[in-house]
C-alpha cells in the first residue's frame, strides 16, 4: 500500500463500506439465512478475496444474483448448516475451474453486452433505490431481481413508495443528490480526503440529529436508518455457523454447490469484465486469479458461516467512482466492516438508509447516462439492439436471465452477420485474363456454406477463380464440400480454379489450376495496348489500397524455367517509385531499368533492345515528382560522376527557362523540368535506335512516358509515341 494511493484509497473505501453495510444485512435478510451471514460474507470479500485477486476495482460480497438461490437452498436442504457445506464445495470447485484456466470464458462476452449489464445497472439503482430514498424500506437495500422477496415488483414498489413517504427521508436524499452532482463546483473536492459521499452520510446524520431535536414531524424512524443488530462481543463464537460436513454424501449438497459454484463464477466473470470497462485506467483484471480468488472466499465462507461470495457490480462502481487507485480500498472496506459489527454500530445505526440511496441513485445516473445511449444508436442496430435487449431483461428479470437473453441477441447477429457476408468478393482484370477472388474469413462456420455455394455457383463460364483461405483458422466440414463440388461444377464451365491458403488438415487434391504469372502465349497475345491498359489498372489497385495478393511461391515455380515479361519501365532510383509496387506486378511480369533522373545511354538503349528480344511489348519511360536528381540539375550539381546524369537533365533545364516568358518557380519548376526531361528520354531512345525505331513502326513494341505523383499514389500516362511524333502530352 503507497502512501501516495492511500489518499484515493482510503475515502473510496470508506464509501464502499458506507454502501456495503446495508446491502450486506439486506441481502442475509433476503436469503432467510442469519442476519450475520451477510455481514461474515462482506468481510471475507472485502479482505479475503481482496488479498488474493488480480483487480484493483472489483469489490466483493454477497450478491443479490445468489439470494434466490440460497433461499431455495436452504429449504431444499433443510438446514443453513448443511448450506454451508454446499458453499464449500462451491468454493473447491470454483478454486479448481481457476487452476484449469477457465476465465478465458470472460473474453467471449460481447461489448454491447457488457455496456448493456452496466446500463441496466444504473437504471436498477435508480429504480431499486427510489423507494428508500423517499422512506419506503420494505425491500431489501440490494435487490434488484424485477419480482422481489416481499412480493412486489420494480414498479409496484416505487408506487407503493410515493404513497407512503417519509418526509425527512426524502429532503436528506433530495438534498445528499444535489451535493454529490454539484460537488465538482465546489471547494470541498479538493480535500481528497472528504469524497462527496462521505459528505453526504455525515450530513444525513446530522440533518436527522436536527430534526430529532427541532423539527419533530421530519425524524426519521429507526426503521428507515441503519440496523446493525447488537453483538455480544464476550460471545462472538455464537454468531458463527459452521458447516455439518456429515452431508458430504448427499447427493442435494453436490447439486447445490455445483450450482452455486457455476452462477457465481458466471457472475464473477461478468462483473469483472463491466468494471474493467468502467475503470478509467483500463487495467485488465486475471480472470483465472478471479476465479481461485473467488474459490477460497467461498471455502472461507462455507467454514465461517456466511453466505456465497462474489463480484459485485454496485459496490465496485461505487469503488471506481469514488477514485480508488488499487485494491487496498476493497481490503479497507472489509476491516472496517469487521470494525463496524465489533465496536461502530451505535455510531452506524444513526444513518438514514435514504442518504445511501443518494448516493446509489446518482452512481446509477453515471453508470446509464444517455449519451451511453446514444453512442451505442450510432453503432447501427447490430451493436443497439443487443444492448438495448440487454437492458430490457436485465430489469425486468434479473441480472443473469438478463445477460443470457442479451447474449442470445448479439449471437443472433452474429449469425445473420455471418449468413449476409461471409466472405469478400473481387474481380480484377491481369495479363491471364479476368480474376474472379473469393476470400474467406477467420471463422468459417456452417452458417456460411449457402452464400459461399450461391456465390461460387453465380460465377460465369471460362473464368478463373481464385479462393483464398491464408486468413482462415478454421474452415466447417460442410463449406470444405462445398468448395470440393464446386471443383467439379468448375471444370464443366471451363473455369480455371484456384485455391490457396488452406491449411494442411483441409488441402484439397490440386488446388491450383491457374498462376498469376506470365507464360508464353499469354505474353504473345498481349499488344502493347494491353499492356498499357493493364499497367492503368494496377495502378489503379495500388492508388485505391486494393493490392494483389501475389502468391509469390507459386509464381517462382511458374518462372523458374524462363521469364516472359511484358513491359520494360526506365525507373529513376528513388525508393517510393519501385515500378512492382506501383502497377501491382507480380514476379515476371516487369523488367526495370533504374537509374537516377531516368535519364538514357547508350547502355540504357541496349538494355531496352533486350527486353524486346525477351518479349517485352511496351517501353514506359517513368519520372516522378520531388525528384532528387532533377533537384541537383536546377542547383547546376555536376561534381565528380554526378553530372554525367545531371549534365542531361540540364537539357531539360534550359528548355524550360528558355521556352516560357515567365519560367515557373519552385514545386512547378521542378515538375515542368521533371516532365519535360521525360520527354527528351523518350526522343534519345528514338534517335539513339534503328531497332527499336522499326519494332516501334511495325506496332510490335510501344513507347510511352509517364509521370508518377508519389503524394497521391498515381501515375499519368502521356499519348503513345509514333514514329511521326516523337513526343507525347506530358510536357504539355
Known amino acids: 500500500m503507497h502512501t501516495n ?27 432467510g439465512a442469519p442476519l450475520f451471514s451477510g455481514i461474515i460474507s462482506g468481510i471475507i470479500g472485502g479482505i479475503v478475496v481482496g488479498a488474493i485477486s488480480g483487480s484493483h476495482t472489483s469489490v466483493s460480497g454477497p450478491a443479490a444474483g445468489l439470494a434466490a438461490v440460497v433461499l431455495a437452498s436452504i429449504t431444499k436442504l ?14 473447491v470447485m470454483q478454486l479448481a475451474m481457476g487452476v484449469a484456466r477457465a476465465g478465458f470464458i470472460a473474453n467471449y462476452i460481447p461489448s454491447n453486452v457488457i455496456k448493456g449489464l452496466l446500463a441496466a445497472i444504473g437504471i436498477l439503482l435508480i429504480l431499486k433505490q427510489l423507494p428508500h430514498a423517499i422512506g419506503y424500506d420494505v425491500n431489501p437495500a440490494d435487490e434488484t431481481s424485477f419480482i422481489q422477496a416481499n412480493g412486489e415488483n420494480t414498479f409496484s414498489a416505487i408506487a407503493h413508495a410515493f404513497s ?15 451535493i454529490l452532482v454539484y460537488w465538482d463546483r465546489t471547494p470541498l473536492k479538493n480535500i481528497k480526503l472528504l469524497p462527496a459521499p462521505l459528505f453526504v452520510v455525515a450530513l444525513g446524520v446530522a440533518l436527522n440529529v436536527t430534526f430529532d431535536r427541532f423539527f419533530p414531524a421530519l425524524s426519521i424512524d429507526p426503521e428507515h436508518l441503519v440496523d446493525i443488530p447488537p453483538l455480544d462481543i464476550g460471545n462472538l463464537g455464537a454468531y458463527l455457523n459452521f458447516p455439518d460436513l456429515a452431508h458430504f454424501t448427499n447427493h442435494d449438497v453436490w447439486i447445490v454447490g455445483f ?28 480472470t483465472n486469479r478471479e476465479l481461485v480468488a473467488q474459490g477460497v472466499g467461498n471455502i472461507c ?15 465496485s462502481s461505487v469503488n471506481i467512482q469514488n477514485d480508488n ?20 454500530a451505535p455510531m452506524l445505526n444513526l444513518i438514514p438508509l435514504a442518504a445511501l440511496a443518494a448516493i446509489l441513485i446518482v452512481t446509477g445516473y453515471k453508470l446509464a447516462k444517455v449519451s451511453l445511449f446514444r453512442d451505442m444508436y450510432k453503432k447501427g442496430w447490430s451493436q443497439f439492439v443487443p444492448f438495448a435487449v440487454t437492458v430490457a431483461a436485465i430489469v425486468l428479470t434479473d441480472l443473469l436471465t438478463g445477460v443470457l437473453i442479451g447474449l442470445a441477441a ?3 447477429y452474429l449469425m445473420r452477420s455471418h449468413f449476409k457476408n461471409p466472405f469478400s468478393m473481387e474481380q480484377y482484370r491481369l495479363h491471364i485474363g479476368e480474376v474472379v477472388k473469393m476470400e474467406l474469413p477467420n471463422q468459417v462456420s456452417f452458417l456460411n456454406k449457402a452464400t459461399i455455394k450461391s456465390a461460387l455457383w453465380e460465377i460465369p463460364e471460362n473464368a478463373n477463380v481464385l479462393i483464398d483461405a491464408a486468413n482462415s483458422d478454421y474452415i466447417d466440414h460442410d463449406v470444405l464440400e462445398v468448395i470440393n463440388d464446386y471443383r467439379v461444377v468448375a471444370a464443366e464451365r471451363n473455369v480455371k480454379l484456384n485455391v490457396v491458403g488452406l491449411r494442411d488438415e483441409y488441402s484439397l487434391h490440386d488446388p491450383i489450376q491457374f498462376v498469376p504469372a506470365l507464360d508464353k502465349d499469354t505474353q504473345t497475345r498481349l499488344a502493347p495496348e494491353d499492356v498499357l491498359q493493364l499497367l492503368r489498372d494496377g495502378n489503379e489497385r495500388f492508388r485505391a489500397g486494393r493490392t494483389t495478393k501475389k502468391y509469390y511461391l507459386h509464381q517462382v515455380e511458374a518462372t523458374a524455367g524462363g521469364q516472359h515479361p511484358m513491359a520494360v519501365v ?8 519501385s515500378p512492382e509496387i506501383i502497377f501491382d506486378a507480380g514476379l515476371g511480369d516487369l523488367l526495370t531499368i533504374r537509374i537516377a533522373g531516368n535519364v538514357i545511354s547508350r547502355e540504357i538503349i541496349g538494355s531496352l533492345e533486350i527486353a524486346h528480344k525477351l518479349g517485352a511489348k511496351l517501353i514506359v519511360v517513368k519520372g516522378h515528382s520531388s525528384c532528387g536528381a532533377i533537384g541537383l540539375a536546377l542547383q547546376n550539381e555536376g561534381a565528380h560522376s554526378m553530372g554525367a546524369i545531371t549534365g542531361k537533365i540540364r537539357k531539360a533545364v534550359d528548355q524550360c527557362k528558355c521556352g516560357a516568358h515567365h519560367p515557373p518557380e519552385g514545386k512547378a519548376m521542378l515538375e515542368a523540368v521533371t516532365r519535360r526531361n521525360i520527354e527528351n528520354s523518350l526522343d534519345e531512345i528514338i534517335a539513339g535506335s534503328a531497332f527499336l525505331r522499326e519494332r516501334i513502326a511495325r506496332g510490335e513494341m510501344g513507347l510511352v512516358g509517364a509521370y508518377h505523383d508519389i503524394a497521391t499514389r498515381t501515375v499519368q500516362f502521356g499519348e503513345p509515341v509514333t514514329l511521326d511524333d516523337g513526343r507525347n502530352d506530358l510536357a504539355a
Open 78 to 91: 433443510g438446514a443453513f448448516e448443511i448450506l454451508l457445506a454446499a458453499i464449500l464445495l462451491a468454493g
Open 325 to 344: 487507485r488499487t485494491k487496498a480500498s476493497t481490503i479497507l472496506h472489509g476491516v472496517l466492516l469487521l470494525a463496524s459489527v465489533l465496536v461502530l
Open 164 to 178: 407512503a413517504i417519509t418526509p425527512g427521508a426524502m429532503i436528506i436524499a433530495l438534498l445528499s443528490m444535489l
Open 570 to 577: 526506365v525507373n529513376c532510383i528513388d525508393s517510393r517509385t
Open 259 to 286: 450450482t452455486i459454484a457455476i452462477v457465481a463464477s458466471l457472475e464473477t466473470l461478468l462483473n469483472v469484465e463491466a468494471v474493467d470497462k468502467l475503470d478509467p485506467h483500463k487495467r485488465e483484471t486475471p
Open 5 to 31: 494511493t492511500l489518499k484515493y484509497d482510503l475515502p473510496a473505501g470508506i464509501v464502499v463500506f458506507l454502501v456495503a453495510l446495508p446491502l450486506c444485512l439486506g441481502i442475509a435478510l433476503a436469503s
Open 301 to 315: 465462507a462455507g467454514l465461517l458461516g456466511g453466505l456465497p461470495v462474489t463480484s459485485v457490480i454496485v459496490r
Open 410 to 412: 448479439s449471437l443472433f
